[in-house]
């Protein structure tokens, strides 16, 4: 259901009167203020974005101030927007000691601060207090005069945290999975909080929530104001894929106005500024993306490679101190919005040092037992400038380390003291054996005892130095990742997606997993910008391919409408991969329908699927005609069966892609207890 904008604006601002959550620093300043504290200021600079809560926060101000006996006048900058009518708007309490101007939707302009810097403000009487908000902080130089300095303050008003949020959210009564997709689409604003609970409020519990065109649209005009052209637009949205934007980064990607396009960005109220650039809030990203991934898919996937090729560039040209920034921007453009980036500040990352080795041995028997601390201690003796130490602070002692293998050519010693590097080998052997030149790098140990291998700013450094290692070393043929426990490791370190390889190699009684990547002949650019380099399986032979996942779901599709014309079906590309030929079965398409009839029923065991178990077996199984006939046949509209076939093709394709990479049986995850699941159009069948 799309909403009209009055409407989600006037529900808002009943919601913002009824509920006040959050802004404690700024009201605890505004009660010192009230109560004539002589440190406090007489005049309160508010700036912020819009929907960020202004208006709200000088609601609660006016309300604090009548309590206090206090007199309250408020005015709106839209309409007082000269001198003159302001001085008339004021005029009551232009003598009033006791008197609290609010002045909202402040128009920020040098002639008009200058005024009321000037003229205005210092004519009031000892004791009145003036609050000004508006998007953008004052810009006259009066704000640098010492003596305004004593006098007022500047409050720029941020997003409330999740804690605050998850209170604003309390009236809606959400369903969990509705405000958490609110949660992690407005980011903290306001006004998106208010307006996508609204929105998620309207769709039944089962169904997800994701913000609408109509949605969207009001919260461009509300938070991003009026944008130029389409250019300018453009330059938004670019932003909204990056982490910092570049001068550079906009002639790159934007080839034209880039300077020009840079001081408009600098300018605007919801852009903050640091010494790598300038960073979109994070509410902005996710309406820029959310937006232009309904409006046009295709141009924002073509505008993410461009982006992802220039920071390759960065990455490969940066100085060594500039590699892990780079990285982090690359990293961040694959997790894409709303995702965690590069824990700056958190966590120092520098090359061993010899007093460290005890505090490393020390940490790999914490985590991984003698047998590990073993190796870890043979590579020690062998390769110490393999070796990374990981502080909380420059002064602190290691609290994590990990190592960086390379390794030109097999040797017996190193296979027989570290089972994972001989495994690597063999797996180099038997699917990409190296060419003269080229190596492979191993990320032997990834070790912190604390979190171990769960996410945290150890880990992400981590995986951002294997990544670093990928772009910048190019007779690196072969990367692998050693992790421990595999269902907590992230197979895209640092944004360069690594596949699990089928062996499990043992260090005492600890089975290890390999994930891997090979660079292939024709390596191009990064996973973000289409990189054609295999991860995992690489080329292992004639007749066996590797399929990326887009590859691999649109061959589960194709399967599955091939499911009653056996000469199209016996040309599917999955016939040619693991999945099928690791079977060991001559007639490899009936192994790919029975893997297909498989994942069907191994969803229709999840009671969230069964919808889309029906709609599936009814259109492939069953073989409906057309989609008319099958959504009959569900007695279900078109547009909602259509849903649920999509929902369900997603799961086959999720369960086999997961059979793909670790092999076994089809996993079941989640079991429901079993049950009959009659499929429509069987006199048993309950309506959906």
């Known amino acids: 259901m799309i909403t009209s904008t009055s409407t989600l604006l006037r529900d808002q601002r009943q919601t913002q009167r009824q509920v006040h959550v959050g802004r404690t620093p700024e009201m605890t300043l505004f009660g010192r203020m009230l109560a004539g504290d002589p440190q406090a200021p007489s005049v309160l600079l508010v700036h912020g974005p819009g929907g960020v809560g202004k208006s709200a926060l000088l609601t609660r101000m006016a309300e604090e101030a009548r309590d206090a006996d206090r007199t309250v006048l408020r005015l709106d900058g839209r309409t007082t927007v000269s001198a003159h009518r302001f001085e008339a708007a004021a005029h009551t309490v232009r003598h009033d000691e006791r008197a609290v101007i609010l002045l909202d939707c402040f128009q920020a302009g040098e002639n008009w601060e200058n005024w009321l810097a000037e003229s205005f403000l210092p004519g009031l009487p000892m004791g009145a207090l003036v609050v000004i908000a508006g998007r953008r902080r004052p810009s006259g130089d009066w704000r640098l005069d010492p003596g305004w300095s004593q006098m007022a303050a500047e409050v720029a008003l941020r997003e409330l945290t999740t804690v605050e949020s998850r209170q604003l959210l309390q009236p809606f009564q959400l369903s969990a999975h509705h405000g958490d997709a609110v949660l992690r689409f407005a ?132 100085a060594e101190v500039a590699v ?190 390999l994930l891997a990547r090979e660079r292939n002949d024709q390596a191009g650019e990064p996973d973000q910008a289409g990189e054609p380099d295999r991860a995992g399986g690489g080329n292992p032979g004639a007749g066996l391919i590797v399929l990326t996942r887009p590859e691999f779901d649109a061959a589960i599709r194709a399967a599955l409408h091939a499911w009653r014309r056996p000469t199209t079906l016996a040309a599917n590309p999955l016939l040619q991969t693991r999945l099928i030929v690791d079977a060991g079965e001559p007639d490899r398409a009936g192994v790919l329908r029975s893997l ?49 076939l999509r929902t369900g093709l997603a799961a086959v394709c999720e369960v086999l892609w997961a059979r793909e990479l670790w092999g076994g049986t089809v996993t079941r995850p989640e079991r429901s207890p079993a049950r009959s699941r009659p499929v429509p159009g069987t006199p048993s069948s309950p309506p959906l």
């Open 596 to 644: 297909l009839q498989d994942a069907i029923e191994s969803v229709g065991e999840l009671s969230r699927y069964t919808k889309a178990y029906h709609a599936l077996t009814v259109t492939y199984l069953k073989g409906a005609p057309t989609q008319r006939v099958a959504a009959a046949a569900l007695r279900l509209p078109l547009s909602t069966y259509r849903r649920h």
């Open 187 to 318: 980011a903290g604003h306001p006004l998106a909080l208010v307006a996508a609970a609204m929105d998620a409020a309207r769709k039944p519990h089962a169904e997800p929530w994701e913000p609408g065109p109509g949605l969207l649209d009001m919260l461009q005009r509300r938070v991003l104001g009026d944008v130029p052209s389409e250019e300018h637009r453009a330059a938004l949205r670019i932003g909204a894929q990056v982490h910092s934007i570049t001068q550079e980064l906009l002639g790159a990607v934007l080839p034209g106005r880039a300077d020009q396009l840079f001081v408009w960005l600098r300018d605007r109220p919801y852009i903050d500024r640091s010494p790598t650039g300038l960073h979109l809030r994070q509410v902005v990203r996710e309406i820029l993306v959310a937006d232009w991934a309904h409006r046009d898919p295709e141009s924002l996937r073509a505008a993410r490679s461009r982006v992802g090729s220039f920071l390759v560039h960065k990455v490969r040209d940066a």
């Open 324 to 513: 892990m920034p780079a990285v982090a921007e690359l990293d961040h453009l694959g997790r894409g919005a709303g995702r965690p980036g590069y824990p700056r500040g958190k966590v120092v990352d520098e090359a061993m040092e010899p007093a460290d080795r005890a505090v490393i041995l020390d940490l790999a028997e914490q985590a991984e037992g003698a047998e590990s601390a073993a190796v870890v201690r043979f590579w020690l003796d062998r390769r110490p400038e393999a070796f990374r130490v990981y502080r909380s602070s420059p002064d602190a002692p290691p609290h994590a380390f990990m190592a960086w293998l390379r390794l030109a050519a097999p040797d017996p010693v190193e296979s027989r003291a570290d089972p994972v590097v001989a495994e690597a080998w063999r797996h180099c052997r038997s699917v990409g054996p190296l060419r003269h030149g080229e190596y492979i790098g191993i990320c032997r140990f990834s070790v912190d005892p604390l979190t171990y291998q769960r996410p945290s700013p150890t880990r992400e450094l981590i995986g951002m130095r294997v990544a670093a290692h990928w772009y910048r070393e190019s007779p690196l043929r072969w990367s692998f990742v050693s992790v421990a426990d595999i269902g907590d490791c992230r197979p895209d370190a640092g944004g360069v997606e690594h596949r699990p390889i089928r062996a499990r190699p043992r260090v005492g009684d600890r089975t290890h997993a």
